[in-house]
């Protein structure tokens, strides 16, 4: 694929993004000749590719959004920038596409780069396995709901969930 350079939304005249996921500045005159230079960047905490860039003030972008703003249409007017093939380093303008949140995270779950966290796996999880087995076998012997939520650190509709077993169905 040849290598197409537009301007950064923003900043134009002073950066310009390539289809291939790079980034140059121009380089100021007061040494020499203006001209233009690939800008390196850096690898944020999230495995995003980043750089500052400067223009009325100084922010930090995401190579990949700023890509997708340049070459990718978006009719639909989504918030979010997926990578097709899940690798968040590869900012091909071929790899990108505009999806929404929940887009985002079903992609991101069909293709394996989030695994569904059941039970005490889910950090959010307030019980044990050990407590669902105990909900339900004190349930079974009479104990309503409403006295199994206070015995437990949940929910009543949860109590009644984890009973239907429309939660923690895996135990």
Not at 10 to 22: A, N, Q
Not at 79 to 88: A, E, I, L, R, T
Not at 108 to 132: E, F, Y
Request: aromatic residues 6%.
């Amino acid at each position: 694929m040849k290598e197409i350079w537009k301007d950064v939304v923003g900043y134009e005249g002073i950066y310009k993004v390539s289809s291939l996921g790079r980034l140059m500045s121009i380089l100021p005159s007061r040494k020499g000749p203006r001209g233009w230079k690939i800008v390196e960047g850096s690898i944020n905490n999230c495995g995003y590719f980043v750089t500052s860039i400067v223009g009325d003030k100084k922010d930090i972008k995401t190579i990949h959004r700023l890509v997708c703003i340049a070459f990718v249409p978006n009719p639909e007017n989504k918030p979010h920038v997926n990578h097709k093939d899940g690798n968040k380093q590869n900012n091909n303008v071929e790899n990108l596409e505009w999806c929404t949140h929940k887009e985002n995270i079903n992609h991101a779950h069909k293709i394996g780069l989030m695994a569904c966290q059941k039970g005490v796996k889910n950090p959010r999880a307030k019980i044990k396995n050990s407590d669902v087995v105990k909900i339900r076998l004190l349930h079974l012997n009479g104990m309503n709901l409403k006295s199994l939520a206070k015995i437990f650190p949940i929910s009543v509709s949860t109590i009644s969930k984890i009973i239907n077993k429309k939660q923690w169905a895996h135990i």
